[in-house]
């Protein structure tokens, strides 16, 4: 059974950075490609953007290109989301999800991240 | 702006049927087959429930149906149940872009 299953919630300072993961079982890492997804307090879903993991290229949406960062670790089936220089704003909900043709059939829980000083 | 809108809430007894609605504004959107829906319940991964306007992945009941018309897909459960509370989204794939309702929350009376 495919599982994703993301680090627990962070808490951090204005300017700090912040480090998701997203551990992939069930399936094989390399086959699927993984996206990250944003929901901000009160907001919809944003695509952030997504990472090949048979090649580790990252693609970022508009909104997210230059704090954003995607990477993996194919050794532990795993996928990261470094935001760096961390402001009020970026206190949101992230997820990881699989995308299996065009639909997402694999989400993880969602990592709470909350900038605050 | 969501490019996809949906009605903030929706509600039906037990043993009911509901539809939510989901309309394209964005010409990337528009006219994609590829519409799916995901159940969400605060605090967990939202499920997968339809996909390609009307598919059902496996272990999903059949009293959720999805459905198309024009620029609007909508999402219908039937036989309404009490575990079926929870926030619905659409999303839509088109021109190499994934596009997401803004969420309607389904509410068992």
């Known amino acids: 059974q495919v599982h994703l299953v993301q680090s627990a919630s962070e808490l951090k300072k204005p300017g700090a950075s912040v480090r998701v993961s997203c551990r992939a079982s069930?399936?094989?890492?390399?086959?699927?490609?993984l996206f990250w997804i944003r929901q901000a307090p009160g907001q919809g879903l944003e695509l952030m953007g997504w990472i090949t993991t048979n090649t580790g290229h990252p693609t970022y949406a508009q909104a997210f290109t230059g704090r954003f960062v995607f990477s993996l670790d194919t050794s532990v089936s795993t996928a990261y989301l470094q935001i760096s220089s961390l402001q009020a704003e970026d206190t949101a909900f992230y997820y990881c999800?699989?995308?299996?043709?065009?639909?997402?059939?694999?989400w993880g829980q969602g990592t709470l991240v909350t900038v605050s000083s | 702006q969501s490019a996809l809108i949906q009605p903030p809430s929706a509600s039906g007894s037990p043993g009911q049927s509901v539809t939510i609605s989901c309309t394209a504004t964005s010409s990337d959107v528009v006219g994609s087959d590829y519409v799916s829906w995901y159940q969400y319940h605060p605090g967990k991964a939202p499920k997968l429930m339809i996909y390609d306007v009307t598919r059902r992945p496996s272990g999903v009941p059949d009293r959720f149906s999805g459905s198309k018309s024009g620029n609007t897909a909508s999402l219908t459960v039937s036989g309404l149940q009490a575990e079926d509370e929870a926030d619905y989204f659409c999303m839509i794939y088109g021109g190499n872009n994934w596009v997401f309702g803004g969420g309607t929350k389904l509410t068992v009376l």
């Open positions: 069930g399936y094989t890492f390399t086959s699927y490609s």
């Open positions: 999800a699989r995308l299996k043709i065009t639909e997402f059939d694999s």
